[in-house]
């Protein structure tokens, strides 16, 4: 069993920077990848970036160039850092995470593929 916490979120004007952290317990995080999808209101959970065991990073179009996401091992923790933030980047993010790696880098963008998550911090951004 995988208890993963998501810290970070707040409220940032547009062009900001925030840095969520996803803590996880329970496991070696390192064996798992980790994902970070975000939820605004009225609208559908949507793939924001993954990242495999391997160190392989993955992004959704929408976050490319401005958001990166990173592991701290030693610490069991994933860290996503977003940079010139948007009022469309306003959500509520959470992490996900599964033990392995995928077949295929798309099945990363689903979010039924993870079978642990976290509670969510929210993130808002004003324009």
């Known amino acids: 069993q995988v208890q993963l916490v998501e810290s970070g979120g707040g409220l940032v004007q547009a062009g900001g920077s925030l840095r969520l952290s996803c803590a996880a317990s329970g496991r070696i995080f390192s064996n798992y990848a980790t994902g970070w999808f975000r939820q605004a209101p009225g609208k559908e959970r949507e793939f924001v970036a993954c990242i495999e065991s391997s160190g392989s990073t993955y992004y959704a179009e929408s976050v490319k160039g401005r958001f990166t996401i990173s592991r701290d091992n030693a610490e069991n923790t994933v860290y996503l850092q977003m940079n010139s933030l948007k009022p469309e980047d306003t959500a509520v993010y959470y992490c996900?995470?599964?033990?392995?790696?995928?077949?295929?880098?798309?099945?990363?963008?689903?979010?039924?593929?993870?079978?642990?998550w976290g509670q969510g911090t929210q993130v808002t951004v004003s324009s």
């Open positions: 996900a995470a599964r033990l392995g790696s995928a077949p295929y880098p798309s099945v990363y963008l689903q979010a039924s593929y993870y079978n642990y």
